[in-house]
């Protein structure tokens, strides 16, 4: 098989690769085509996948290339892991957002409708390549605002494009392990958007077992969700959200570590990478060490401000973990390739499962998966206060698609003045005022 990253001198294509090199099925990925418009990207990566495949018989094959038709061509499946403008347009997100008073976040409020409007346009322009090119292929979007992207992307490719994030799976296994479970074992019941999502039960042996964590103030505070939100609001809300909730639930708090921040994040992020991918200009430097070193701090440091508002210091090493998006990926392909039939948390079509929302709408939740793709679990309805959330950020999406579209600066500015985390009109003008001046590919938005 031949599998294609978009993006592939992204910072975290050697997780993938290294998915792929422990991967000894039948039928495994044979050739991964690394695809970016930045050749010294590629190449740095290259050279890290290279120390990875070492001593590993039989490792996929490695092309580079900057030709996206190349690529694309005979792909039978596509990871899309782009950024448009870079960590340098994500630090720009960040810094006009708190310079008006509001979350500068690279998914989350102000800085993730400046991605979205940036990305869904080149987005739409990859899924139109890949149907063109390759019709058969599925593509596995990581691009983020996930649920956002994958959204654009489904109009052109329906239920061929399948959107994935490691967050609700870290969570569910970090409560499982927390209530001595086997986090294979366990049956998470989590539902909302991209970033926007609650566990709300999780089954072992068919007995739910998330009352005995709320109960447990000791257990709670064992694991970081439960630090940075704390005892008595997860059992106020009877669920344990997604840590991107921090941004909503303690926003002004946030709102000021952020603004107190030597850097934000993306500047941190822009900084780090731009040393890793210097020092990978010398031959003699160890690439794979290098890198390795490198993403411990990024992981490290991961959502530093919101443990900095919890009062919870440092990471501990059982939160290090991701969720593995690259192991979900493995999965999400073997299931589809070889008719593995497994349950996993992913960014589809909602069809009927939310009644609050149109079939077409984009969520986040356990989906049956198989040779014919990702179908959403059945789920219990929403509370009130999560209904709120998820159909006032799904309208602002869904606003960020039409002024995407359209080029609507009117529309534009409906995106920013909806989301609960903008709340002002006012702001929302000058908000698009601000990214419409640092980012030259924004300037579509011009019309009336």
Known sequence: ???TILGGGGFRVPLVYGALLADHAEGRVSTVALHDTDADRLTAVARV????AEGVRDAPAVVATTDLDTALRGADFVFSAIRVGGLEGRAADERVALDEGVLGQETVGAGGIAYGLR?????????????????????????????????????????????ICDSPVGLGRRIARV?????????????????????????VDGRDELPRLLADPGLLSSFEEGRIFGADWLRSLGAIPNEYLHYYYFNREAVRAYQDAERTRGAFLRDQQEGFYARMKDPAAPALKTWDQVRAEREATYMSENRQVAGVGERDASDLESGGYEQVALALMRAVAHDERTTLILNVRNRTTLS????????EAPCLVDANGAHPLAADPLPYHAVGL???VKAVERAVLEAAETGSRATAVRAFAL???????TVARRLVDGYTAVHPGLRYLGGP
Request: no cysteine; aromatic share 4%.
């Open 49 to 52: 996948l290279a120390e990875q």
């Open 356 to 363: 609050v929302l149109d079939a077409d709408a984009v969520i």
């Open 119 to 163: 990305t869904v346009p080149v987005a739409v322009d990859l899924a139109r390549r890949v149907a063109r090119l390759a019709p058969d292929a599925w593509v596995i979007n990581f691009t983020n605002p996930a649920g956002l992207v994958t959204e654009a992307m489904s109009r052109h490719l329906g239920d061929r494009v399948i959107g």
């Open 419 to 425: 989301h609960p985390l903008v709340d002002s009109v």
């Open 1 to 3: 098989m031949k599998l």
């Open 390 to 392: 998820v159909t006032s």
């Open 179 to 203: 209530l001595g479970a086997d986090p294979d074992r366990a049956s998470i019941d989590y539902i909302g958007l991209n970033h926007l999502g609650w566990v709300r039960g999780l089954r």
